[in-house]
């Protein structure tokens, strides 16, 4: 039929012979991998020569519920797609219309009649990708239609097949996949489920500021928590006390850390889950966004052979991103760094990563002091938590090391007052620190909706800020738009404050001067604070000034 048609000459029949004899293949499958026809002119041939009808099942869209007769396992076993149902039949595309098994089987199996057509196996395979890789096309309301169905024992058939080839998920397993897989791609940072009186609440945390976006019926919150207990290595059966645990996943290419915090509450487990991609923490200390002044001094900063260097400010201010940025600038083939962690959120090569754990005896100054006899330059702590350990760390840094750690502090001064209310004394304090770094994270200015903005008199004041100093300084906002959900924000970038100790603060320090003192030695002697650089990014028209009003804390005077 292909030479009669003149598709292929009885030369290009020959080879193909062969080849096909050599490979154990169908004669078309030869034919069209050696170029000599295309798989639309060998299908087309096939249905002459067999008496059946070509489709092209990407050509028509197909209903979901014709899709959902064939379970997705089976269509990809046998690279078939189902493309019509009417009653009591299903039509079949298939590329081989000698696979008789196939369909036998599936009339056994559907106990319904099924009947076949013809399609290339690409087009096959783009529909596969199209109806049963696709993102679900089932909406999160879909989705819990299916859970009440299913706990009240009323549809037995929400049973989609998504995920790995041979394994039917169960809806709560979809259900968290779904609610991970949508955090990660609204760039969240935090997942928060709450249990309420009357609902179950999911919220993202997006650039920062945290927004409902699902809520589900109470009945399914505990098999919801249940699931990602098992997820996380949490012990399903405690409910009465606070866990955490880690999930380790892959969205798309990106792999991502997911830690994870159960508290009980009055409505029953609350449970927060922190979203960490390597890719935001992983950056260069150079892509921070430093002002030069402060990035000559943190360069300098680390290049000393010992000493306390301090990264504070509050939970989700980027303290862990700054600390990955200082070891990445640090030639690691010299330098023996050793870090203690709790948790370990990204391993680095070139660094000896410790795990801290409570249960077997491993607290940070067990591990610290096991440390020292390592003989490190660098120690790395993941925060100071304690009096130990800060006595630990100003010991390391006055017997020749350099220590890199965090604390919750509002200020880079508050720094020197807390480690001074945990009982280190001011001289320990005066001799070991070298700097404190605080920093906040603002949100960005949505690049597609970004648009002049007049400043608002009590914004000013507020920052105390002169209105005569603002001349030929024009000032941006976002007015909202698809791109940043309305929000006028779309990322986040931090501002910092930088303290770097030097003599006449070391005195200052020495003799128990208060951190409104100190904040006035400092910015004296060249430190912005907080509200100052957070001015430098919003007159470089990356951010609004009330965005800096909002997470400086006001500490302009």
């Known amino acids: 039929m292909l030479k009669s048609k003149e598709i292929i000459s009885e030369e290009q029949l020959d080879k193909a012979l062969k080849y096909q004899k050599k490979l154990s293949i169908r004669l078309g499958e030869a034919l069209t991998e050696m170029g000599f026809a295309d798989a639309e002119e060998i299908t087309r041939s096939l249905a002459e020569q067999f008496g059946f009808q070509v489709v092209n099942p990407m050509a028509t869209p197909i209903p979901e519920d014709t899709i959902n007769t064939i379970p997705k396992n089976i269509a990809k076993k046998h690279n078939i797609i189902p493309v019509a149902r009417q009653d009591g039949l299903i039509i079949i595309a298939m590329s081989d219309p ?13 106990n319904i009649n099924v009947e076949c057509v013809l399609a290339t196996k690409n087009n096959i395979e783009d529909a596969f990708k199209k109806y049963y890789d696709k993102e679900r096309a089932v909406s ?15 549809d037995k058939a929400f049973d989609y097949t998504i995920g790995t080839e041979e394994e ?7 259900l968290v996949t779904y609610i991970i897989d949508e955090a990660v791609k609204t760039r969240a940072s935090d997942i928060h489920i709450e249990p309420l009186p009357s609902k179950t609440r999911i919220r993202y945390r997006i650039d920062g500021v945290c927004q409902e976006v699902h809520s589900i019926k109470n009945r399914i919150h505990e098999a919801l928590i249940s699931r990602i207990k098992i997820l996380s290595h949490i012990d399903i059966t405690e409910k009465r006390k606070p866990q955490d645990g880690r999930i380790s996943s892959e969205v798309g290419d990106k792999p991502i850390d997911i830690r994870v915090s159960t508290i009980p509450t009055t409505c029953g487990e609350s449970i927060v889950m922190r979203i ?30 010992n000493g306390i260097f301090l990264i504070t400010g509050p939970t989700g201010s980027g303290k862990s991103t700054t600390l990955y940025a200082s070891l990445n600038k640090v030639d690691r083939s010299e330098k023996k760094i050793i870090t203690v962690e709790d948790p370990i959120e990204y391993n680095l090569s070139g660094i000896n990563q410790c795990q801290v754990n409570e249960t077997i005896g491993l607290s940070f100054p067990s591990i610290l002091r ?54 280190i004394k001011p001289f320990l304090i005066s001799s070991s620190i070298q700097a404190v770094l605080a920093q906040r994270l603002v949100r960005v200015i949505c690049p597609k909706c970004k648009v002049p903005h007049k400043i608002e008199k009590d914004v000013l004041a507020a920052l105390n800020i002169n209105n005569n100093d603002l001349e030929d300084t024009e000032f941006f906002h976002g007015t909202g738009c698809e791109h940043c959900n309305r929000t006028g924000y779309r990322g986040r970038k931090p501002i910092f404050e930088l303290m770097c100790i030097n003599s006449e603060i070391r005195e200052a320090i ?22 100052e650089d957070g001015l430098r990014l919003a007159r470089a028209q990356i951010t609004t000034l009330e965005e800096v009003m909002r997470v400086s804390a006001l500490d302009s005077d």
Do not use: W
Not at 140 to 154: A, H, N, Q
Not at 168 to 174: D, F, L, Q, Y
């Open 276 to 305: 960490l991609e390597k890719s935001t923490v992983l950056v260069q200390l150079k892509n921070m966004g430093f002002s030069d002044y402060d990035y000559d001094n943190f360069k300098g900063i680390l290049k000393k052979p």
């Open 370 to 423: 096991s440390v020292l006899r390592q003989d490190p330059n660098i120690i790395v702590i993941g925060e100071i938590r304690d009096a130990e350990t800060a006595e630990i760390a100003v010991t390391s840094a006055l017997t020749g090391h350099l220590v890199l750690s965090t604390l919750h502090t509002n200020d880079a001064p508050s720094a020197i007052t807390r480690l001074a209310d945990m009982g």
């Open 168 to 174: 039917v998920e169960a809806p709560i397993v979809k």
């Open 510 to 531: 020495f003799k128990s001067k208060g951190t409104h003192e100190l904040r006035k030695i400092a910015h004296s002697n060249g430190m912005s604070t907080l509200a």
């Open 140 to 154: 999160f309301d879909g989705y819990l239609e299916g859970f009440k169905s299913i706990l009240d024992g009323t």
């Open 98 to 110: 000698l696979d008789i098994s196939t369909l036998e089987d599936l009339r056994f199996t559907l």
